[in-house]
């Protein structure tokens, strides 16, 4: 199964010319781990046993002994970045905090909080952060995480609030559309926003994460040329929910297309409430999607929340989300594999293959 895909992998290369000959050139395929993949050294295992060939790691668990121990493994390092995560933030800096259609502070979406996007003081923290972690490790690449306006995705039933209508948003909103928002309460500017230039609104607002992906990829090769940007995003074709991957989220896949070096949709399959064979069939709709680039290394689910995923469960979302055009995998997460040996396995055999 695994030669298949190597053989279009390397199909994917030679026809697209940008991605031949750059410094930090992936391995063939991606097989990899997410969350924090340290905890599989504590426990004795090896990468190299595992079959992994790259780790994506939550920047808190990003560490020099995990990068020395992957490098002598011969393991590439990718860390996750909570790119619009407000959580922790928001609280003490209520001006970042995302505002809804009734003027009022949204309230976090189940476990989620989000943050207004275009809060300079937000921006710089991110920027400061993002600095000091290229400039202390040497990464392979850098995934941003959250990448959204305020909302929750992971779940069959989702939490899609109108944001953020705060008077910095309107005002820029306005400045970009060359329009005037009339005064009055925050509710009034919203809802004559939502009936008089609505669309332009929703095009607005992916440009902010547009915006954003743009910058910290400029930002990221600066730092460290050849790095790649890869983009953990809510995995909704276009018209789920009534467009809310536009409409609420902010998120235009064409043009983050073209930024972008790997898109890693997050294919939670059974908490949103979807049939395994999703996680097949939504890669290769992206790809038609969007064109021959990015590449495309899904992150599948291994975590028992809700409910329960079997090891043979997690076997078949393996091989679904590493069928073509996948050029690689990961799965959520460490824990999961260390709770069940079955899994475990399953991962092993599969890798090794």
Request: net charge negative; proline share 7%; hydrophobic share 40%.
């Amino acid at each position: 199964m695994l030669m298949r895909i190597f053989v279009t992998v390397l199909m994917h290369v030679l026809l697209c010319p940008d991605l031949r000959g750059q410094p930090n050139d992936p391995p063939s395929f991606i097989k990899g781990v997410y969350g924090n993949p340290g905890a599989l050294l504590t426990e004795g295992h090896s990468f190299r046993s595992l079959g992994v060939n790259a780790v994506f790691v939550r920047s808190i668990s990003l560490d020099e002994s995990l990068m020395r121990s992957a490098k002598q493994q011969g393991v590439r390092v990718y860390v996750e970045f909570p790119t619009l995560n407000g959580k922790g933030y928001v609280e003490e800096h209520p001006e970042a905090w995302p505002v809804n259609e009734r003027g009022q502070k949204s309230p976090a979406a189940d476990w989620f909080m989000g943050v207004c996007p275009t809060d300079p003081d937000f921006r710089s923290y991110r920027m400061t952060q993002l600095r000091s972690i290229l400039s202390s490790f040497d990464v392979d690449g850098i995934w941003l995480d959250y990448l959204h306006w305020h909302a929750q995705f992971e779940t069959p039933e989702p939490i899609l609030p109108e944001t953020c209508f705060c008077d910095r948003c309107i005002k820029q909103f306005a400045n970009a559309q060359d329009l005037t928002v009339p005064e009055g309460e925050t509710a009034y500017r919203a809802h004559w926003i939502r009936s008089n230039q609505d669309s332009s609104w929703r095009e607005w607002r992916c440009g902010i994460v547009t915006n954003w992906v743009r910058d910290i990829g400029n930002e990221a090769d600066a730092l460290r040329p050849g790095v790649l940007l890869g983009l953990f995003y809510c995995a909704w074709y276009p018209d789920d929910f009534d467009g809310a991957l536009t409409r609420i989220m902010g998120i235009d896949l064409k043009a983050l297309a073209e930024i972008a070096d790997v898109f890693s949709p997050m294919l939670f399959h059974s908490m949103m409430g979807r049939s395994v064979t999703w996680v097949k069939e939504y890669p290769a709709w992206l790809r038609s999607y969007v064109g021959p680039a990015p590449l495309i290394w899904p992150i599948v689910q291994a975590h028992n929340k809700p409910g329960m995923v079997s090891a043979n469960e997690f076997r078949q979302v393996m091989i679904n989300g590493s069928a073509p055009p996948s050029s690689g995998i990961m799965m959520f997460s460490e824990q999961s594999l260390l709770a069940d040996d079955e899994k475990l396995l399953v991962l092993k055999l599969l890798y090794n293959d």
